[in-house]
């Protein structure tokens, strides 16, 4: 018997991002669950234009994996940055930071990080219009 466990696209049902941690259309799929004694936890997460998470950090670092279209990612006190379907996107840990879909444009990527006792993140603000405007 095989150990290897295989998650079939449009497997996951897709879950409405909470206005806790987002602000604006963004649709969360939970398709890494955390496993065994593995800290990786991951999903698939859409942002429609200029939804974005809120500022937050993460205990052992975040990669991103853009997937589709145009979004924005900015570290705390540096300038707004754009990212493109293909680019990868490395927080390191503790870093402050937020990510979302450009403007005029819905961004898809795969947000893969380790849990630190059963969390992912260390939610904080939300980014202000000004913040996501680079102002």
């Known amino acids: ?73 900015q570290e705390w006190g540096q300038p707004v940055q754009e990212v493109f379907s293909g680019d990868l996107v490395w927080f390191p840990a503790g870093v402050k930071h937020w990510h979302g879909a450009a403007p005029d444009q819905a961004m898809s990527h795969y947000a893969i990080q380790e849990e630190q006792d059963g969390q992912a993140a260390n939610w904080m603000e939300k980014v202000t219009d000004a913040q996501y405007n680079g102002q």
């Open 1 to 73: 018997m095989s150990n290897i466990i295989i998650t079939r696209k449009n497997s996951v049902e897709p879950a409405t991002g909470p206005e806790s941690v987002f602000t604006g259309d963004v649709s969360v799929e939970f398709s890494v669950p955390r496993r065994g004694e593995s800290r990786l936890s991951g999903g698939f997460v859409t942002f429609q234009p200029k939804a974005r998470s809120n500022w937050h950090t993460h205990p052992y670092g975040q990669l991103l994996i853009i997937a589709t279209g145009k979004g924005r990612v």
